[in-house]
Nanobody
């Protein structure tokens, strides 16, 4: 497994932007795809975005497409989630995750990830 630490969560007003970061350690970062998930109060964890190990492929949930952008820097062992035009419904704890199997694919299934960060809270007020 890999150790993941998220940062960047904050309280913002609707329409604002935030950038979340995820620092990874413990295994070869560039071998594995990365994903971001979120969990709102009283709801199940849901997929937000994923990026392939090389960074050439990205995949987004429909709810964030065009507003959120996932990226990674394999030299720095970090993944990021740029969130623009935030809405109150984006309020959630955001988690980064590392895929369990080395692959060039992206995936939106939580079962395909075996390492999770502790989460960072994003609150969007109207």
């Amino acid at each position: 497994q890999v150790q993941l630490v998220e940062s960047g969560g904050a309280s913002v007003q609707a329409g604002g932007s935030l950038r979340l970061s995820c620092a990874a350690s413990g295994r070869t970062f560039s071998t594995y795809g990365m994903g971001w998930f979120r969990q709102a109060p009283g709801k199940e964890r849901e997929f937000v975005a994923a990026i392939s190990r090389g960074g050439s492929r990205t995949y987004y949930a429909d709810s964030v497409k065009g507003r959120f952008f996932i990226s990674r820097d394999n030299a720095k062992n970090t993944a990021s989630l740029q969130m623009n035009s935030l809405k109150p419904e984006d309020t959630a704890v955001y988690y980064c995750a590392a895929a369990k199997v080395p692959s060039a694919k992206t995936t939106d299934s939580p079962g395909d990830y075996d390492s999770w960060g502790q989460g960072t809270l994003v609150t969007v007020s109207s």
